[in-house]
């Protein structure tokens, strides 16, 4: 299985490293593991939905 790291993510994503590591450690990235000091996620992992984004959507 390919892996990136957290900042290869963000630059996909295009979201910061900071947020990618959140969804990490909140286990919100299926696959994601911790080695030594970095996030490794699978090159096929699905964006997670922001849900400081999610609540605005639905407020409105």
Known sequence: ????TSAECAEKW???QRRVAIYCKEGRIDGAVFRGRMWLI???AE???DPRKAR???NK
């Open 42 to 44: 699978p090159s096929d």
């Open 14 to 16: 295009n979201v910061s």
């Open 1 to 4: 299985m390919e892996y990136l």
């Open 56 to 58: 605005q959507i639905a």
């Open 47 to 49: 964006k997670p939905i």
